[in-house]
């Protein structure tokens, strides 16, 4: 059972689900416990799944961006942190695949080791002084340039996956104040995961904070400058609505068999005859059918567009992440109403659900920024 060996999108979504039915019975134990699913990791690099987006040319499978999304719903619909977390890696291979500045043999060499050796990577851009780097804050991680040698020193928070990861993407402050990206492996001296990852949402994530201590770097992993200002919109990062939509139909479904099944003494057949419920599951599909147009189309219009005609999409991008977000928390929010008191229940996965997917209002790009760019667009027009 290999994803490596399939030929057709239906074959993989197949694998993908059957592996992932494990991941929904771990899920509420991971929940409870504030654990990380190493388990579930391990699982999808068993079936080639880490690797699905390298290129041809390195010994990947070169999936799209809208043929491995549909993979990403499916995961998320087991278990969200299991699909956020996954997700950075394969967005992140995606792009470095797709279009990197980065020196060729860096950018061989780790393309090689995610096929070979199941090597994870996540970036490391947040930290707690600047709050999210999409809001333009500097890096208070410095590089200090020392012969051949970078010495990185600096703390970054939310780094998702942490425990699993072999690699992160490290943006930090050089002297004459620029900012550049550097791979640090985890087996670096200095390289240190302090685990400060307590919330009530995606607590399968792991994302602790990663400690850099004097970390010393051959010149060969400075990979790329930050331009200021120069932010290049990124089809990869629809891994997030994207893993929102998979909670929201997990949801959904916990509400459909309830209903079916839930039978009150004051009623002469189950609740899914109320006319009441079937409104509301039926606002349900509508919202997952819409989102699934919005999700895809977008993906699909990213992966046929021209590198200068992806210049011109972040407004799509954010628009759709900012759509398919708020129709999950809603998704959510009614299925909960059609289960009633039981859905606050701990031992039902539906208070899981509801608190996960407000994890995405969190999520890049935010709402605010997102509204403004399309209001601003719109004025110009």
């Given at each position: 059972?290999?994803l490596?060996?399939?030929?057709?999108?239906?074959?993989?979504?197949?694998?993908?689900?059957?592996?992932?039915?494990?991941?929904?019975?771990?899920?509420?134990?991971?929940?409870?416990?504030?654990?990380?699913?190493?388990?579930?990791?391990?699982?999808?690099?068993?079936?080639?799944?880490?690797?699905l987006?390298?290129?041809?040319?390195?010994?990947?499978q070169?999936?799209?961006?809208?043929?491995?999304?549909?993979?990403?719903?499916?995961?998320?619909?087991?278990?969200?942190?299991?699909?956020?977390?996954?997700?950075?890696?394969?967005?992140?291979?995606?792009?470095?695949?797709?279009?990197?500045?980065?020196?060729?043999?860096?950018?061989?060499?780790?393309?090689?080791?995610?096929?070979?050796?199941?090597?994870?990577?996540?970036?490391?851009?947040?930290?707690?002084?600047?709050?999210?780097?999409?809001?333009?804050?500097?890096?208070?991680?410095?590089?200090?340039?020392?012969?051949?040698?970078?010495?990185?020193?600096?703390?970054?928070s939310?780094?998702?996956?942490?425990?699993?990861?072999?690699?992160?993407?490290?943006?930090?402050?050089?002297?004459?104040?620029?900012?550049?990206?550097?791979?640090?492996?985890?087996?670096?001296?200095?390289?240190?995961?302090?685990?400060?990852?307590?919330?009530?949402?995606?607590?399968?994530?792991?994302?602790?904070?990663?400690?850099?201590?004097?970390?010393?770097l051959?010149?060969?992993?400075?990979?790329?400058m930050?331009?200021?200002?120069?932010?290049?919109?990124?089809?990869?990062?629809?891994?997030?609505?994207?893993?929102?939509?998979?909670?929201?139909?997990?949801?959904?479904?916990?509400?459909?068999?309830?209903?079916?099944?839930?039978?009150?003494?004051?009623?002469?057949?189950?609740?899914?005859?109320?006319?009441?419920?079937?409104?509301?599951?039926?606002?349900?599909?509508a919202?997952?059918?819409?989102?699934?147009?919005?999700?895809?189309?977008?993906?699909?219009?990213?992966?046929?567009?021209?590198?200068?005609?992806?210049?011109?999409?972040?407004?799509?991008l954010?628009?759709?992440?900012?759509?398919?977000?708020?129709?999950?928390?809603?998704?959510?929010?009614r299925?909960?109403?059609?289960?009633?008191?039981?859905?606050?229940?701990?031992e039902?996965?539906l208070?899981?659900?509801?608190?996960?997917?407000?994890?995405?209002?969190?999520?890049?790009?935010?709402?605010?920024?997102?509204?403004?760019?399309?209001?601003i667009?719109?004025?110009?027009?």
């Amino acid at each position: 059972m290999h994803l490596h060996k399939c030929n057709t999108q239906e074959e993989r979504r197949k694998i993908v689900k059957q592996v992932a039915s494990a991941f929904a019975e771990r899920a509420q134990k991971h929940d409870e416990e504030n654990s990380f699913p190493v388990e579930n990791i391990e699982d999808l690099k068993q079936i080639g799944y880490t690797s699905l987006a390298v290129p041809k040319s390195y010994g990947g499978q070169g999936l799209s961006i809208s043929e491995w999304l549909p993979l990403q719903e499916i995961i998320a619909e087991a278990d969200g942190s299991t699909a956020l977390s996954i997700g950075w890696h394969m967005g992140l291979t995606t792009q470095i695949g797709e279009r990197s500045n980065w020196p060729h043999h860096i950018r061989e060499r780790i393309l090689k080791k995610i096929v070979t050796n199941h090597s994870l990577i996540n970036a490391a851009a947040s930290e707690p002084e600047t709050g999210s780097p999409t809001r333009g804050g500097k890096p208070t991680t410095r590089a200090l340039k020392k012969n051949d040698y970078w010495i990185i020193t600096g703390r970054k928070s939310f780094t998702s996956m942490a425990p699993a990861l072999d690699y992160f993407i490290v943006s930090a402050t050089l002297e004459d104040e620029q900012v550049g990206n550097f791979l640090i492996p985890k087996s670096q001296t200095g390289v240190e995961i302090i685990e400060t990852w307590n919330t009530i949402a995606m607590r399968g994530t792991a994302s602790h904070d990663l400690h850099l201590n004097q970390v010393t770097l051959p010149n060969e992993y400075f990979l790329e400058m930050i331009q200021p200002g120069s932010k290049r919109p990124a089809g990869w990062l629809l891994h997030i609505p994207a893993c929102y939509l998979g909670i929201a139909q997990a949801a959904q479904n916990f509400a459909i068999d309830f209903a079916n099944s839930y039978a009150p003494n004051s009623l002469n057949s189950p609740i899914k005859d109320l006319p009441t419920v079937q409104m509301k599951i039926g606002e349900n599909e509508a919202d997952l059918i819409q989102s699934r147009y919005f999700l895809y189309g977008v993906a699909e219009k990213w992966d046929r567009s021209t590198d200068e005609d992806r210049m011109l999409m972040q407004a799509e991008l954010g628009a759709a992440k900012y759509q398919i977000v708020n129709a999950a928390v809603q998704i959510v929010d009614r299925a909960m109403r059609v289960v009633g008191a039981q859905s606050l229940f701990k031992e039902h996965a539906l208070q899981r659900f509801y608190r996960d997917v407000r994890a995405g209002l969190h999520n890049p790009p935010m709402d605010d920024r997102t509204l403004t760019t399309l209001g601003i667009n719109a004025l110009k027009e």
